[in-house]
């Protein structure tokens, strides 16, 4: 049985990949005049993802498509709620090699073949510091987006375990932030800084398209690749409300917008880049503390770390000006909000109680509601503490003219911004799916706006 499934596979791989080099050759994966994708459905299946393990995967070799069972776990709940995605232990095994690839385990804990998702995502560009096979190995790195003069500074976290959620006993504490339960995290590197506008206008704006045709330079295949993956339309407004560009975070993108830069910094740099988890933030954040901010339970010393609505002047700040918490990470607390990959569920955390939760993880259903996390410029102390949720909704949107209304943008000036995280370990191809923007969404945008996105 195990062999016929993997045949199977095989043979729909195949077709595959040549669907995906016809697309090519017919359109040199050159994106339409307004610089977006007719075809980039094609490719979604197989990007990106990332759950942390070990040496599952060399992280700095090109993304193979892995497919394994997920594994049923406790957490899996009956309205799909959610799961975690566990890796039979064998897969540190997987292969990273071409050859190896090719081969197909008779093992009936999984499989594995070579197909088109090969294609997807270059090798990586070189990078100081950047690969690593095991935890012990990740550094600092310093991220180079090809093409332009954009850096980022990425920094590791290690994985272990910890108490997520806040204590009844903790001032302003909120009904959704418990009951506080234990969670296993995988190491994975985080920016050190939110993204900002310079960072994301390369995707947003086509100012990396706008950049390499100013100079003449031709597309290599590296950026063909990340080319064929749909853009954002333009926006209708000034997205910084006048607070500042230059060094300031990149705000009002949706989560789908900002999915779907993490893929197209993927495609750019060859190493897996997506959103975090809720659970990953969160643990991001704390950074081995316990209290209601990283740097301790009293908010009179939060004007060293965070931009809040009582020192910010009513705006967003330059990104890395304030102290960083414990791991190195700036503006955790206040700022920009940063998006999540999870959907919001209020009473979530009461379904994990009692067991010690792998990577939790609420795969989206829903356009709302969402999570942000760590509070704004326009926000009291309360809302950045460490353990605060923060639920997306209609009015996040409210000030959007069009209908139906853009995928891309939100339109208030204190919605959120993200940062990007790399997880040590490459998801499975199943498991990528859950990181990724919806194709479909996508598609059914641009049929309501007669194929114009």
């Known amino acids: ?151 980022f500074e990425m920094i590791p976290i290690p994985g272990g375990k910890f108490t997520m959620g806040s204590p009844e006993d903790e001032k302003d504490r909120k009904e959704n932030e418990g009951p506080q339960h234990e969670v296993e995290i995988e190491p994975f590197w985080m920016g050190r800084c939110e993204v900002t506008w310079s ?18 330079k031709e597309a290599t295949d590296r950026d063909k690749t990340a080319d064929a993956i749909t853009r954002p339309t333009k926006p209708y407004s000034d997205m910084t409300f006048g607070m500042g560009r230059s060094g300031y975070p990149a705000i009002c993108m949706t989560q ?27 643990y991001a954040c704390r ?62 955390y009461s379904t994990l109680v009692g067991k010690t939760v792998k990577n939790p993880f609420v795969p989206t259903k829903t356009e709302y509601p969402r999570v942000a996390r760590g509070g704004c410029w326009d926000d009291d102390p309360d809302k950045l503490r460490s353990a605060a949720r923060m639920a997306s909704d209609p009015g996040w949107k409210a000030e959007d003219p069009q209908l139906p209304k853009s995928i891309w943008y939100t339109t208030e000036q204190w919605c959120p911004g993200f940062r990007v995280v790399r997880p040590l370990r490459k998801p499975a191809a199943e498991e990528a799916k859950q990181y990724e923007p919806n194709p479909e969404t996508i598609e059914e945008y641009k049929e309501a706006q007669a194929g114009k996105t």
């Open 199 to 216: 960072e994301y206008e390369l995707y947003g704006m086509d100012l990396d398209i706008v950049r390499r045709e100013g100079a003449q």
């Open 1 to 151: 049985m195990t062999s016929l499934l993997c045949y199977r596979h095989f043979m729909q791989g195949c077709f595959l990949s040549v669907l995906v080099l016809t697309m090519v050759m017919l359109t040199g994966c050159t994106p339409p005049a307004d610089g977006r994708s007719s075809f980039s459905g094609i490719l979604s299946p197989g990007v990106t993802s990332c759950s942390p393990s070990v040496t599952t995967q060399p992280s700095d070799e090109p993304l193979e498509w892995l497919e394994t069972p997920l594994e049923e776990t406790d957490e899996t709940e009956e309205a799909g709620v959610s799961t975690s995605f566990v890796a039979p232990d064998n897969l540190s095994e997987a292969a990273s090699t071409e050859e190896a690839a090719e081969e197909v385990s008779t093992d009936d804990e999984y499989y594995f073949i070579k197909t088109a998702a090969v294609v997807w995502m270059k090798g990586p560009t070189d990078v100081a510091d950047s690969a690593a096979q095991s935890e012990p190995e990740m550094k600092p790195y310093k991220e180079e987006i090809t093409g332009t003069d954009i850096t």
């Open 287 to 348: 950074a081995g503390t316990t209290t209601a901010y990283s740097f301790g339970d009293d908010a009179v010393d939060l004007d060293e770390y965070a931009w809040h609505f009582e020192n910010s002047e009513d705006g967003y700040g330059k990104v890395g000006k304030k102290k960083p918490n414990p791991w190195g990470l700036h503006d955790m607390h206040g700022n920009v909000s940063e998006w999540v990959l999870d959907q919001y569920v209020a009473d979530r």
């Open 256 to 282: 789908l917008a900002a999915r779907a830069y993490c893929k197209w910094l993927s495609a750019k740099t060859g190493r897996y880049y997506r959103l975090p988890t809720e659970a990953e933030w969160e």
